[in-house]
């Protein structure tokens, strides 16, 4: 039975609603099979692919709702399984995708679907002592997928007869096989040799790392997959993103990569979350696995709630959101629009800094605007001590990239315990000689400047203090939030001040005044003050600096 042509039938005829990339991916692998070409290297064998989903069918019970029953997959699950092991290599018969991500909202069945896929690789998929992983960030996350497996074979008196419990794992004589889950800060991570590994939650996962690891731990298999199913989160500059973004380019056609399988139901356009007949693009199983009624409940109180409302957003629709009491949403901040200095080469600019004590970044900014154009150009650069670094890489403290931050040029790492206030005169100066970005005005926090001042007016800077506070910064930051979100900031896809932006909330006083704040104690924002100092000054001398630009 060829599940995935059934499937891909009934989306393009419209019998199943569905997301745009879901459907552009069935359609692409449809149209692949019927591909004889001698130089195409895969072909789709079905029966290899329904052997996952009769295994599944016929030997993992239900462990919920009528406990013991067999497990009846949906088409939707039975197409994706179909998919990710038909697909098969022409020279060496073994399987084409080795990864996959599976996008779908919470409660449609993806722990079931997950704990079935890893038994069948334990057990039926031809691999002797087969390392099959469930990994998260945190042991409890991690066990779900192995506890779900494990309620399973309960309720199975074939998978009971041939599979032994043990304390840590779960273990299959015949060919010496394990599945186990392990967390981030488990010791056993070097040196394994995973035949799957099963990421479950992949939004949750600070560290890239972690990702990187299990990856690598199946290079030496003849046919490793690697199954990241998850919902879309609140976490920004993690795992999830870089993982989604490359999901996307490849489920759009901006990439290749014949050995990634993206599968994402999610909502097309964030308008339609408040439209029924649109939910089940991300929600496949909705109306079988997923009750209609629960997810109207929840719609109906986002409503009316904004604090409910990415909670909604991000777990039933995988609309990429932040926290609840973020100033911006994700797609308010969010712009890949880019440019090269080469762009704004000689030009004028405005300039703002957030100085830092010890732990916090700190902060330069340059606004720029050219003749004729309505873009404001956003040029940044950080500064974070190397001890900082060093702290929190020794306590496996995940709090953001620096490291690669640093690697790609964003960001300076200051010897010593302290930002050295001269390599931002420094950063400030290079633009300036360098690439001729003549800064009119510099803002910054007169707290912390010091002899800062004094070193860049010696350097021919013009500076001006910023007062930190709501009377100051309640009418530029309006302002300067329509801007990005009208996405009229072009800050070349930088992802710290992305970062910052995402960690940004607004605090209010009086009738009508805010300013920014932390959304949490450890969330960074110095980016996003940074730019806010900036745009003060841009605000209070705009004709001014406009008149110099021409």
């Known amino acids: 039975m060829n599940y995935v042509v059934e499937y891909n039938n009934a989306i393009q005829s419209g019998n199943i609603t569905t997301s745009k990339r879901v459907k552009a991916v069935y359609a692409r692998l449809v149209a692949e099979m019927q591909n004889d070409a001698p130089e195409f290297p895969y072909y789709f064998d079905e029966e290899t692919g329904e052997r996952p989903i009769l295994f599944i069918e016929q030997f993992c019970k239900q462990s919920q709702g009528t406990i013991g029953a067999p497990l009846e997959l949906e088409l939707f699950q039975k197409a994706f399984i179909q998919l990710l092991f038909g697909w098969l290599e022409k020279d060496t018969k073994y399987r084409r995708f080795r990864e996959t991500m599976f996008l779908c909202g919470r409660k449609n069945g993806k722990s079931t679907l997950l704990s079935g896929i890893a038994l069948y690789m334990l057990i039926a998929d031809y ?312 800064a009119f005005k510099i803002g910054y926090d007169r707290a912390l400047a010091g002899y800062w001042t004094d070193e860049m007016k010696s350097n021919g800077f013009t500076m001006e203090q910023v007062a930190q506070g709501a009377f100051t910064w309640s009418q530029p930051m309006r302002e300067m939030g329509a801007a990005i979100a009208g996405k009229i900031v072009n800050y070349n896809n930088n992802p710290l001040l992305l970062w910052c932006l995402s960690n940004t909330a607004v605090k209010k006083s009086g009738l009508n005044n805010i300013q920014p704040d932390k959304i949490t104690d450890k969330r960074r924002i110095d980016g996003a003050v940074s730019l806010l100092n900036a745009w003060v000054i841009y605000v209070k001398y705009f004709d001014d600096y406009m008149y110099n630009v021409g």
């Not at 040029?409 to 200051?414: E, F, R, S, V």
Request: with cysteine; hydrophobic share 35%.
């Open 127 to 438: 691999e002797g002592a087969a390392e099959i992983y469930s990994v998260a960030t945190k042991k409890d996350q991690a066990k779900k997928v192995l506890t779900e497996a494990i309620n399973m074979i309960r309720q199975s008196p074939e998978l009971r007869a041939v599979i032994k419990k043990r304390r840590n794992d779960i273990y299959f004589p015949a060919t010496s096989s394990v599945f186990e889950a392990l967390a981030s800060d488990s010791n056993t991570l070097d040196g394994l040799n995973s035949h799957a590994v099963i990421i479950d939650e992949l939004h949750a996962i600070r560290d890239r790392n972690l990702y990187e690891v299990m990856k690598q731990s199946t290079s030496s298999r003849r046919q490793p997959l690697v199954v990241m199913i998850t919902t879309a989160g609140t976490l920004r500059e993690c795992i999830f993103d870089n993982m989604y973004e490359l999901a996307c380019d490849i489920a759009d056609g901006r990439k290749q990569d014949d050995t990634f399988l993206p599968i994402l139901y999610e909502l097309d356009s964030r308008d339609e979350w408040t439209n029924p007949q649109m939910w089940l693009k991300a929600n496949p199983g909705l109306g079988t696995i997923k009750q209609y009624k629960t997810l109207a409940n929840f719609v109906e109180r986002a409503k009316n709630s904004p604090a409910d409302l990415p909670g909604v957003l991000c777990k039933d629709f995988n609309i990429r959101e932040n926290e609840s009491n973020v100033w911006l949403s994700f797609d308010d901040i969010k712009n890949p629009a880019t440019f090269e200095l080469s762009d704004v080469y000689n030009t004028y600019a405005i300039g703002g800094c957030d100085l830092s004590a010890t732990t916090d970044l700190t902060a330069a900014t340059l606004i720029i605007r050219k003749p004729n154009d309505t873009t404001v150009y956003v040029l940044q650069q950080y500064f974070l001590p190397q001890t900082r670094i060093e702290y929190l890489e020794d306590k496996n403290t995940n709090e953001a990239p620096y490291r690669k931050w640093a690697d790609r040029g964003l960001l300076t790492i200051c010897t010593g315990n302290r930002v050295n206030y001269s390599d931002v005169t420094a950063w400030f100066t290079q633009m300036r000689d360098e690439f001729k970005i003549d």
